[in-house]
């Protein structure tokens, strides 16, 4: 790390990633938003439960790392909706499991469909090198998980 007189969070690789990730995920909002109404927290909420299935919500917050409060919200409103419902598990009363109704199921799969296009897309943009290149260095960032301090 530079010295903090040197130090450029424009050239900060942390900060770099996640206006990255702001930008990608801000352009796919529009997709969700405009056809459903939903949030980006629901929409993760949907995402989740449609690729890994019934689950509580401690476990999507642990997995997409989204503030238990944020996931509560969108869990009431996706619920209000019609899109999840939830069951009391058995071997714990205070813990419930989130699933996707019919309606939700059909909602997950008409936003699959764009996010694949939408991924289409940007890797189109990015060309075919850039994007295999990213992905292998994406996923080895992933794998090494946290180093040090939070950034």
């Known amino acids: 790390m530079p010295d903090q007189a040197d130090f450029d969070l424009e050239r ?6 996640n206006q990255a990730a702001e930008a990608t995920s801000r ?13 980006r927290t629901q929409w993760r909420v949907l995402a989740n439960l449609g690729k890994f ?12 790392h989204i503030e238990k409060t944020k996931v509560s919200r969108a ?3 996706l619920e209000e909706q019609g899109i999840l419902s939830r069951t009391t598990s058995p071997q714990d009363r205070r813990a419930e499991f989130l699933s996707l109704t019919d309606a939700g199921r059909a909602v997950f799969a008409d936003l699959g469909k764009r996010a ?6 940007l890797r189109a943009r990015l060309g075919p090198e850039i994007t295999a290149e990213l992905d292998v260095l994406l996923r080895r ?4 998980g946290p180093q040090g301090e939070d950034a």
């Open 12 to 17: 900060f690789l942390p900060y770099l990633l």
């Open 27 to 39: 352009s796919f909002q529009t997709s969700y938003k405009s056809a459903y109404g939903m949030t």
């Open 53 to 64: 299935g019934s689950m509580t919500a401690r476990d999507i917050c642990t997995i997409s």
């Open 75 to 77: 869990v009431a409103a």
């Open 116 to 121: 694949i296009a939408y991924d289409r897309a």
């Open 141 to 144: 960032i992933i794998a090494d």
